[in-house]
């Protein structure tokens, strides 16, 4: 069997020989091309995957899967990175970000969101009603007031005590999940085999008023591309957008790679050009043929697959051990 440094001198040729593996194995769940429908989501989701299966189990569509799915963690006050209860910026404001992307390449995004409980569903509503693919700040949220969503206060009393602690320091370090987090990206193959995906967040705590990290960036926090399959990224935004995370996973995998391989190479990729001793990025894939994969930087990165009629969180391989 080649070896990786072998594999990937081969260039081009790699492409061509997709049943090659090297590197990690993602967890003990077979890896075997499967049909049926599959949700996978960044961390911790139970819930949200149930959500999710709820609307595939009816024959309904991967776009209204992944939207009812991250609407759960989007709704949950003790969720501290995610919608209602996320973690405000410096300055105590709640602010929003959020993408949706469908089988037909269709895109949605909010970014900077204020005061809107579901930005995901903001998102869809600028994908469907709107000649864009992104809208932000109060412009994006005069949109949601005109769809008829209801502005809220998202600043629950824990999230500004935990903000009001953070401001005796007010040190800010961008150092994120080494612990557990839960911004949530996720992708969903329905009955069709139709692949969909969405990606929202209240993005990194403490944050400086008006950053927008890579959740709602199609190609950085999330791509899909029907034919091929679809990714997603959680961790420290910066070094997602800069290497257009999500978007090269795909690209890896319409090449040939697994989407372990694929998940595999984008974070080589950081980890070859970016300081990433401290900092913690984690990618998800699917691929047409419903395998997945799971990679991240750090050690700690789990993840919740629903397939074969069996929703369970596994631990992704890391670059670091
Ligand atoms: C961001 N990628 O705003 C998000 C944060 C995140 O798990 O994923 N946290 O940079």
């Not at 499967?34 to 139970?46: R, Y």
Request: charged share 20%; hydrophobic share 40%; glycine share 10%.
């Amino acid at each position: 069997m080649l070896n990786r440094r072998r594999f990937l001198s081969l260039g081009p040729l790699a492409g061509l020989l997709p049943s090659l593996t090297f590197g990690e194995t993602t967890s003990s769940v077979t890896n075997q091309p499967a049909s049926g429908p599959l949700v996978i989501s960044t961390w911790k989701q139970i819930k949200a995957n149930e959500a999710a299966i709820a609307v595939l189990s009816k024959g309904g569509s991967a776009l209204d899967a992944v939207e009812a799915g991250v609407r759960i963690p989007e709704a949950d006050p003790n969720d501290t990175s995610v919608g209602y209860g996320g973690l405000p910026d410096r300055d105590g404001r709640v602010t929003l970000d959020a993408c949706i992307m469908d089988e037909k390449g269709n895109a949605g995004s909010v970014t900077f969101l204020e005061h809107i409980m579901h930005p995901i569903s903001v998102a869809r509503a600028v994908m469907e009603k709107t000649p864009h693919v992104m809208l932000s700040g109060e412009g994006a949220l005069a949109f949601a007031l005109a769809q008829g969503f209801k502005k809220e206060n998202l600043l629950t009393k824990e999230s500004e005590k935990n903000w009001r602690e953070w401001l005796k320091t007010a040190q800010y370090k961008p150092v994120i999940n080494i612990e557990r987090h839960d911004t949530i990206g996720m992708l969903a193959i329905d009955s069709k085999g139709n692949i969909s995906g969405a990606c929202t967040t209240s993005g990194l705590a403490y944050k400086m008023n008006g950053r927008v990290g890579d959740s709602p960036i199609i190609g950085a926090g999330l791509f899909v591309d029907n034919e091929i399959g679809g990714a997603c990224a959680t961790g420290l935004g910066e070094l997602v957008m800069r290497t257009c995370g999500s978007f090269l996973v795909v690209e890896l995998m319409r090449q040939g790679r697994t989407p372990q391989q694929a998940c595999e190479e984008a974070a080589r990729r950081i980890t070859s050009k970016q300081a990433y001793k401290d900092i913690q990025v984690g990618f998800l894939a699917v691929n047409k043929q419903g395998q997945h994969g799971a990679y991240s930087i750090q050690p700690g990165f789990n993840f919740t697959l629903y397939q074969d009629k069996t929703n369970r969180v596994l631990e992704a391989g890391s670059f670091l051990k």
